[in-house]
Structures are given as structure tokens and as C-alpha cells.
């Protein structure tokens, strides 16, 4: 489930979260497909 | 399987000591800010927010350690723990395997 | 709006996926690619309009020349549908040398087709994917929209595929008003024949637009369908068609963006490609593979996809504390209902899309209609070759006493003196 930048998160794994240099997406998670 | 932005789930640490390469059914396409990697396989798809971290995953297979690739695209020391993590995000979903001597 | 910082910082922030997603891409990630309009089915709400074939189709030929600029594109999968795409005769050999050249490929059907044969066949190709189209949980839900039949016709191709070995097959359905109350109903026959479920939203689009006031889920029901996809999502699909939603609280998952123009499109039977498939309309339209520089110059160089590269403007919404993620919305969905692009949604779940739509009727203007019609002009469709002997009964009519008069009868009173006779007789 994605999170909103909202959500409580502890300090450390909230610079880990900004600094992420991967994302992943599902290929089925784009609008204007089938 | 459904899209995460961010992942809170603990990453294994990954081994920079190892030699890793692309997985086959993996294909990669640059793109201006970054690369888009798909696994036919798992059909998973992940996007690289980092241009050298594309180029460090196009040159992963020709050195014997991920540390050694890291150096030669330029990533100092106090910049690699941030590649560490991604390059294990990316083993993760079997973007990367890591190539048995 | 700036994308990345220089690299070599020691702490690079990324800019967010959807950032950088919105500026477009050099090749759509995937699309949507309408081999035909022609299909053995009327459903009520086809986004395309589709049921009798354009006779302007793309030739086989030409259908693996857009397979092979797609693979020069690394277009990483396509997702094939129509009208029905199996009932091209070629739709096999299209099949094949799509992941013969790299092209993934999971294709949309209404389950026709799909024999055990064909079912065996496509579960030995591993980038092969299908999804079978439902919209109902009960035979009568479903046929409602889909005509009689077709619940039976999709149950048996799923039965076929289940039986074939094939995994994690799609179970696509459109959520209405009629089968939102259905949607555990819906899970449990996706985990009964192996599929993983797939929610997506109605548009008015196509037909859609016609039986839209009788279909669209009420905003209780869009409610309904956003808590039970917070509870139980976990492995359902939606091709990320509710981030209108995301105004309830939390964004579903998905880029939770518009992709049309930027990360994915449509190629339609004749090769014009417009914006998204659920746009079929000019104003969407950006080119057409036939001219010269093919699909990658349309998607690369046309006016219009560069024109959406370019930040939108959010007009009225920007001030929504959920445009962040809501973004006003589906682009057709305003188009189709008459709704100004820059504004909200027309099922808004603030209830700005609905104010609108109120002020707005009783006014002269009324919403665009989609470009062509290939609807089949009597319903339901009549029966084609191939499709078995058309069923006739031969009668006589009981209300002739004799054949009606030759028009060649020379007597003028031909006809007229019998017809005296069993006046005089009935009046007596």
C-alpha cells in the first residue's frame, strides 16, 4: 500500500524513505490501460 | 502485485564484496533521469531516479565486486550506502542475481 | 517544476515517480492497442463502440510493423483488446510475433475464443497474460450489461484456463451501480479459478456515455468500493483508474496519475492513436501509425502529446486539499459529461463534479459525442459466418386466406371480390 508523506514514521527511516533512488510500480498501475 | 512509493520493509543488507549481474529476462531502457528496468519473468517493473545508477547496473557483470562497479561510475564513500540500498531493492525483486563462482 | 538535482550531492532526493512521469516518457511504458471493432457482442457500455468491423484495419502486415517499432521503442507490453480481438483471424499469429519480438503482451477478451486448445496454448507462453472481461458475479447482473450468454461464455473460458494450467489469468470487471454490492462475490470467483482480480472504473466513454445516468456508481457506493478495496486490495488490480478517490483519505495504490499521453496510450483498429482508450474522440486524437515516422513520431512529436507533457492546469481543484493526489480527476470523464478539463471530476467525491453537472443542465450545451460508431446496427447482433446455421422457422401466415394478388394479375377485381365475400359473411 503506498503511504502518505502524512504517516508518522520514525526519523532514520524517514530519510531512508526520501533518499530512495529505486521505485517500484506495477505495470498494471497505470491509468488509460485496459 | 500492487505499487509501494516507499518501502518500510526491513531490505537485507546487500554484500558489495559479491559480483552480481543483470538477470537475463530483465530489459532496461534509459530514460533522461534515470531507467526503467522490466522483468518479463515477474513482470515487475522498477524505475532507477539516478542516472548513475543505470550506468552502474549496465556495468555490474564486467567487475568482480558491486563496490569496485560503484567506484568506477564515481560514487564516493560517504554516497554508497544510498547505491547499496537501491542495488538491493533490486536484487529484491530479482532485478539483479548474484553470479555464483 | 524541477526534476532532479545535480548528481554528486551526498544527499540526492529523488524527485516523486508521478513528478517525473507527468514531463512523459521517450516510449510509453505499455498501451492499449484495439486490434478490431469488431465483436460478437453489444455490451451496453463499450468505451469503443465497437461490433462491426472498419473495413480501413490494419493489415496483418501492418500490425507487426507496429510490433517491430514497438520493440525498437522497448515497449515493455502491450495490452491488446477491441471490440473482440480473437475474432480477427490473424489474432494468433499477431499473438506470436509480439513475444517473439519482446513485446509482452496480456489481452483483453470476452472468452469467445478460448477453447481448450487455445487455453493449453497460452499457458505455455510465459509473456503471455490474459484477462478475461466480467461485470457481473450472477449470470443476470452481468448479461444486463454484457447481453445474454456472456456470463456463460466468460465462466467456461475461465474453466478452460484453470484446467490448462494457466496462472494468475486477469479477471477484469467495470464496476456499476449494480455490481458494486457484488464485489466479495467477484473475489470469490477469481480465487476459485486462479485469477487475480481486477477493479476498474466506468467512463463515459463510447456507449458508456448513453447508459452512464443508469450505471455510474451512487457516491455511497463509491465509498463502498474505496473501503473495500482499503480492507481487501492487497492483490487486487485497478489499473489505477480510482485516484479520485484518493480524496476519501488514503491514495490508493498506483502512480495515482493521469497517464494518458505520457506513460501510455491507445492504437486504435485503424491506427490512429489517441490520447487513452477511454478518450476516442478528435479533440484526443494525436496521429495515426499509417504516416510517415509511424507510432514512435506521433508519440514522440504530436502537438497534442507534447501539449499534455506540459504542466496542467488544475484550475478550480488546485485549491482541494487533495489535489495532490486526486488531481481532478479522469481527463474523459470531464470530456464526455461536458465537464471543463480544469476542474473537477464529474463524480467528484467532494461533490464539486455533481454541482457542476446540475448547473449546468438546462443549458444549450450539450457533452461531445465520440468519434465513430461501430456499433452493430441491430441488437443483438446478427449472426455471422462461422458462427453455425442462421435459425429459421418457416410458417404460414394464418392471417391470409389465399396468396397475396401478382402484381402482373391483369383483373382489376382480383383480391378485391374474396374479400367482399367474407366481409358480407362475418358482417351476417
Redesign the interface.
Known amino acids: 500500500m503506498s503511504q502518505s508523506p502524512q504517516n508518522a514514521i520514525p526519523a532514520e527511516e524517514a530519510v531512508l524513505e526520501a533518499d530512495t533512488l529505486v521505485e517500484e510500480v506495477s505495470i498494471d498501475g497505470m491509468c488509460g490501460v485496459y | 502485485?500492487?505499487?509501494?512509493?516507499?518501502?518500510?520493509k526491513n531490505t537485507a543488507t546487500l554484500d558489495l564484496n559479491q559480483a552480481w549481474r543483470v538477470h537475463p529476462q530483465v530489459?532496461i531502457?534509459p530514460?533522461?533521469?534515470?531507467a526503467?528496468l522490466?522483468h518479463?519473468?515477474t513482470?515487475?517493473?522498477?524505475?532507477?531516479?539516478?542516472?548513475?545508477?543505470l550506468e552502474i547496473v549496465q556495468v555490474l557483470s564486467d567487475y568482480p565486486t558491486a563496490r569496485q562497479a560503484c567506484s568506477v561510475i564515481g560514487i564516493?564513500e560517504?554516497?554508497l550506502p544510498?547505491?547499496q540500498?537501491?542495488l538491493a531493492?533490486?536484487r529484491d525483486?530479482q532485478m539483479l542475481i548474484e553470479v555464483s563462482v | 517544476m524541477t526534476l532532479l538535482e545535480a548528481p554528486g550531492a551526498p544527499s540526492t532526493k529523488p524527485a516523486r515517480l508521478v513528478d517525473l512521469f507527468e514531463f512523459g516518457l521517450d516510449s510509453p511504458i505499455c498501451l492499449t492497442w484495439e486490434l478490431t471493432y469488431a465483436c460478437n457482442l453489444s455490451c451496453v457500455h463499450c468505451l469503443s463502440s465497437s461490433g462491426r468491423r472498419d473495413p480501413r484495419e490494419l493489415s496483418t502486415e501492418e500490425c507487426k510493423a507496429v510490433i517491430d517499432e514497438l520493440e525498437r521503442m522497448q515497449v515493455f507490453y502491450v495490452n491488446i483488446g477491441g471490440g473482440e480481438p480473437t475474432v480477427r483471424s490473424d489474432f494468433w499469429e499477431i499473438l506470436d510475433y509480439a513475444t517473439e519480438h519482446h513485446v509482452g503482451v496480456k489481452f483483453s477478451t470476452n472468452g469467445v475464443k478460448i477453447t481448450p486448445e487455445r487455453a493449453a496454448q497460452l499457458a505455455a507462453n510465459d509473456y503471455l497474460d490474459i484477462q478475461i472481461s466480467l461485470d457481473g458475479a450472477t449470470a443476470e447482473v452481468n448479461d444486463y450489461v454484457r447481453g445474454p450468454g456472456s456470463y456463460a461464455t466468460a465462466i467456461k473460458a475461465m474453466e478452460n484456463l484453470q484446467a490448462a494450467g494457466m496462472e494468475n489469468f486477469k479477471l477484469s470487471v467495470v464496476c456499476t451501480r449494480y455490481n458494486i454490492p457484488q464485489l466479495d462475490e467477484f473475489k470469490a470467483i477469481a480465487d476459485k479459478y486462479g485469477a487475480q482480480l481486477r477493479l476498474t472504473r466506468l467512463r463515459p466513454s463510447g456507449r458508456g456515455a448513453d447508459t452512464w445516468d443508469d450505471l455510474h456508481p451512487l457516491p455511497e457506493q463509491q465509498r463502498e468500493l474505496y473501503d473495500w478495496l482499503i480492507a481487501n486490495g492487497d492483490g487486487v488490480l485497478t489499473g489505477d483508474s480510482f485516484f479520485h478517490l484518493s480524496a476519501f483519505g488514503e491514495a490508493l495504490p498506483g502512480l495515482n496519475l493521469c497517464g494518458a499521453g505520457r506513460v501510455v496510450c491507445l492504437i486504435d483498429p485503424v491506427g490512429d492513436v489517441y490520447a487513452c482508450p477511454f478518450a476516442i474522440h478528435d479533440d484526443f486524437l494525436a496521429g495515426n501509425v499509417r504516416q510517415p515516422g509511424g507510432f514512435a513520431h506521433v508519440w514522440r512529436q504530436s502537438e497534442l502529446f507534447q501539449e499534455l507533457r506540459k504542466p496542467q492546469s488544475g484550475g478550480a481543484c488546485t485549491s482541494c486539499q487533495f489535489f495532490d493526489t486526486c488531481k481532478g480527476g479522469c481527463m474523459a470523464a470531464k470530456f464526455f459529461t461536458g465537464l471543463p478539463l480544469d476542474g473537477p471530476d464529474p463524480e467528484c467525491v467532494q461533490g464539486y463534479g455533481e454541482e457542476l453537472l446540475k448547473a449546468a443542465k438546462g443549458k444549450e450545451k450539450s457533452a461531445p459525442k465520440p468519434s465513430g460508431d461501430h456499433s452493430h446496427r441491430t441488437s443483438p447482433p446478427r449472426p455471422r459466418e462461422g458462427m453455425g446455421p442462421v435459425q429459421l422457422t418457416l410458417t404460414r401466415r394464418e392471417d391470409l386466406q389465399r396468396p397475396p394478388v401478382n402484381d402482373c394479375e391483369p383483373n382489376p377485381l382480383a383480391g378485391f371480390a374474396a374479400q367482399l365475400a367474407s366481409e358480407q359473411e362475418s358482417a351476417s
Request: with cysteine; glycine share 6%.
Open positions: 502485485m500492487t505499487a509501494c512509493a516507499v518501502s518500510t530489459s531502457r530514460e533522461p533521469f534515470g526503467l522490466y518479463f519473468g513482470r515487475k517493473l522498477s524505475f532507477l531516479k539516478d542516472r548513475r545508477l564516493t560517504s554516497e544510498q547505491f540500498r537501491a531493492t533490486l525483486s
